[in-house]
């Protein structure tokens, strides 16, 4: 028998003989179950158990779909049958399992049609465990191995397996739970669909209303958040572009440390520029109370609403914008601007006719970064908006205030994908599939022209005075966790750190008492855990993306990139409303969390991937082939080890996105694991704004301490010195 | 503990490549390479000769028609599987190895000991000269040796096939030149038989036991070296190896083996190779032109062009009522100058009637 389809044999019988079928309340690694009436208990049992007992009959084909692939011992791949066999098995049983799984809920039949005409099943269900996870898993790669031995991607087991895992994976767990937004905001308050309900939410005046034109009443949170996002993206992508010049383009000295400084805020949570905004401009912000003092100007809430959340949602994304924008700056061949020179274009003909058409796909991705950043960012409204409602707060409100109205959250989320989607793809319609790369790999050791004079000073002020700006901002952050109350008494003080970490050294041994550190523990294994699952994801995408062909690999690339499209807000709604009830029960676990971040953070590692792998010859994998390595074997010894850098940057972002994310998490945390970033959030609202800070400057450190440790993990690639100097693919050249 | 060889012949039965929907890279195409042999795949950029060997190496699948290594057929068989090695274009060495570790990769793969793997891949690197570089880095060796290594990396693994592509196409003249007989002797000695893709026709007429011209996704002609030099087949091989002249000539009469040729004002005697009185053309190969200044001697009459002077021999471009000529001198002492008149006569050879 084929060894692979012998090793998924034994994974899917230890899925039906020995785990449980069900997902086990108290959790299963504490494996508490064991001692605890397993096999016969109904809560722990495996199939078999559940069968002898004559209950959940429904389960009885699974086993059955499970001994078709033993049909194929002796069969060779080529023989019709062996796919055939594989495909009837893995097919069937995976449809079985997920049809089985939406019909038997928590409380019988889950449709009442089925019970009118099968009478009430008096028997249910809960979400399922890891016998029923390993099950699928083997279903799944029964089929894929049928399908490759029908000659799929030239019989490649590997990669079509890859390909399937993908599919399933990403439809299980990004565009299965947006759709529930879509059913969600189509049913009322009973489950019953009802279109009117739909329009009803949907028109609301909350969302649509236009009174700020003519009135003191705020407009509709839509409107709002369009207007912001667009605004945020315009001035982010303008931004980065005045630092990405500056850091390319000007003889000036420094330019290094800029660019240091630049990447700062990246590993803060973006709410914590908000906090510091309240800092600086709040009712007892120091600007405020300075020019109250000198210029006896009255203080007022101004920096609520707009404004605020303008600026700190700038100071936010202007970094990542900024990374955007170099690498195309960068990625720019200097022979394109010197050949324009030597054609008698001046630097700023040279500029303004090669140069910035060049920039397009990154002024694009930027924009669009910088739109859905901001549609999504909750962190900052939430502190900085007062009357300026955004969709992202209203979900949020709409879920766990007073109305708790999930269907109203639904179709909130519904509006703001519709946006983002829309901008997503109007992105990708402007760029085309024109290539706008113009490396080459062939180092043609030119350098870039400067900036032509008429831009280099606006350049020069925007970017010093900003800079100085974000270093005042970061400041504040560092003083602030150091005095006893903002505005009032700024006595230097350690309280803040010590309620929130501090540790007791007693005969028990190591006491955590701040109360800090149960949220802090969990926010470092979930984004430790989440980090390499993301990374391997996003690479194995890429890897399938940049060197496969196969049928339905446009809708492939669609779909994989389509999860950046999808704010955290709706991500962290749909996963409630997905994840709530069987067949996948994770509300309140540590796994929605991680999911939640590595699907998030996919598109990541797969641009991180897609961009260092169009540097790899591909005749190195093929050498590789005819050297008579799988493709397997090729991944791992070729592919890997040389994309090293690669690696680094998607462990790096997802793990900082992990420990600085919010607008998803806020929704998806629970007592057992609150993340850091929940936890304070929570203590802003109260205003404990001192403990809030001081554990940001906490995070603040441990990130870049983790940004270093990850580097000396993975290592330098090994390669000689006369490599010629590849520079590095613009991430962003490519459509996102 | 040398490298042998277990040579097979390679078959191709009506096999055709279309890529996505409409570019056919390789149509219909049927050619056998026996086994210990060199065949040479020429032809211009473009025709498909890489699309012929990635095909031979699994590493493209044919659309329709069988692809045989020995006997077994191995059209839908992967690369991974196949019993082939190939040397790159751009050589492929993996940059985070050593020489050594690349070229003991295919074997560490099919599961030699590691010990055993290390020795054979000595023995490779002393069948390419290359003893005692097993410790660099690929990017610490010219691109000759580079070269080197890839051929090396290849033979190890004693294939049933090995495949070129283009393999000297990134070196300079001088180094093509020696490498190219370097790969030939190695070839005859092992007995391999290897797939030799290349643009370049004078390789191809240096290295091949055979070749096989492509043109357009079809095999134009396949023979030996000498046969396509001296009897193209058509118009195409005829000019693309060699640089013949081509010029139309009328066939007054076939008796025998002979065709009676009327070429402007020469009359001549050539094999009709198969071809009916009428309209034909003619090959002449640039040195096999006789160039007289002697107004008064037999020949069709022309003017000099140009006149370029490559130390061992003469160029010219002469004009005459056939159309311009180039043509070869090896007189390079008494040159001819443009503008003068000349008579252009025809040696006894490298002359051939081309059907179209
Ligand atoms: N992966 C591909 N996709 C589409 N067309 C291709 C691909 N590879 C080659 N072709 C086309 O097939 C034809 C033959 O290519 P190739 O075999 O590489 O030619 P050669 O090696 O003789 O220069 C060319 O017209 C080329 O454009
Ligand atoms: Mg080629």
Known sequence: MNRTVLLWLVVGWIGVLILPWYVIEDGFWGLEWVLDGYPFDTDYGPTWAHLLEGEKVWLAPIPLFLLLPFLTGGRIKSDPLYSKILIVSGLGGLSYIVIQGFIVGIAGWEYTSLELLFGPLGQKQYGLGYGAILVSAAFLFFTTQGIAARGAVNGDVFVVSSIGFIVAIVGAFIFFPVSQILISALQDNEGVYSLGVFLEKFTDKKIWGLDCLYSTVGCGAAWNSLFLAITVGATTTALGLVFALVATRSGFKYRKVLRALTILPIITPPFVIGLSIILLFGLSGIMTQFFGDVFGIQPTRWVYGLPGIWIAQMLAYTPIAFLVMIGVVEGISPSMEEAAQTLRADRWKTFTTVSLPLMRPGLANAFLIGFIESMADFGNPLVLGGNFDVLSTEIFFAIVGAQNDQGMAAVLAFVLLCFTLTAFYAQRRWLGKKSYTTVTGKGDGGTHALLPNRLRWPIYTVAFSWTGFTIVVYCMILFGGFVNTWGLDHTFTFKHYITAFSVNWTDGGLQWTGAAWDSFWTTISIATISAPLTAAVGLLTAYILVRQTFTGKDLFEFGTMLSFAIPGTVIGVSYILAFNVPPIELTGTGAILVLCFVFRNMPVGVRAGVAAMSQLDKSLDEASLTLGANSWYTFRKIVLPLLRPAIIAALVYSFVRAMTAISAVIFLVSAEYDMATSYIIGRVENNDYGLAIAYCTVLIFVMLAAVLVFQGLVGERKMGRREPEKTITPASAKAI | ?356
């Open chain 2, 1 to 356: 503990m040398g490298i042998k060889s277990k040579a097979a012949s390679v078959t191709f039965d009506h096999v055709t490549k279309i890529y996505g929907e409409h570019v056919t890279a390789v149509d219909d195409v049927s050619f056998v390479v026996e086994a210990g042999k060199l065949v040479t795949l020429l032809g211009p950029s473009g025709c498909g000769k890489t699309t012929t060997l990635r095909m031979i190496a699994g590493l493209e699948m044919a659309n329709t028609g069988r692809v045989l290594i020995g006997d077994q057929d191995v059209t839908i068989l992967p690369a991974t599987d196949r019993d082939v090695s190939m040397v790159f274009q751009s050589y492929a060495l993996f940059p985070h190895m050593t020489v050594g570790e690349n070229v003991a990769y295919g074997l560490n793969v099919s599961g030699m000991a590691k010990d055993e793997a290390k020795s054979r891949a000595e023995d490779g690197l002393k069948l390419v000269g290359l003893s005692g570089y097993g410790a660099r880095l690929p990017s610490e060796l010219s691109g000759g040796q580079q070269q080197r290594v890839a051929v090396a990396r290849a033979l190890v693994l004693e294939p049933q096939v090995l495949l070129f592509d283009e393999p000297l196409s990134n070196l300079d003249a001088k180094l093509r030149r020696q490498v190219r007989e370097e790969i030939r002797d190695i070839q005859k000695n092992l007995g391999l038989t290897a797939v030799y893709v290349t643009h370049d026709q004078e390789e191809a007429l240096a290295v091949s036991d055979r070749i096989i011209v492509m043109n357009n996704a079809v095999i134009a002609q396949e023979g030996t070296p000498r046969d396509l030099y001296e009897k193209p087949a058509d118009l195409f091989v005829a000019d693309f190896i060699g640089d013949a002249n081509l010029v139309d000539v009328q066939i007054k009469s076939v008796s025998g083996e002979l065709a009676e040729v009327e070429m402007a004002s020469l009359q001549l005697s050539l094999p009709h190779r198969g071809l009916k009185s009428g309209a034909a053309h003619a090959a002449i190969r640039p040195e096999s032109f006789l160039v007289s200044t002697d107004q008064s001697s037999e020949g069709i009459s022309g003017t000099i062009g140009k006149a370029v002077y490559l130390g061992n021999h003469m160029e010219y471009l002469i004009t005459t009522d056939l159309g311009d000529l180039f043509v070869v001198a090896s007189d390079v002492v008494n040159t001819i100058s443009p503008q003068t008149g000349v008579k252009v006569t025809l040696a006894s050879h490298g002359v051939t009637l081309v059907g179209n």
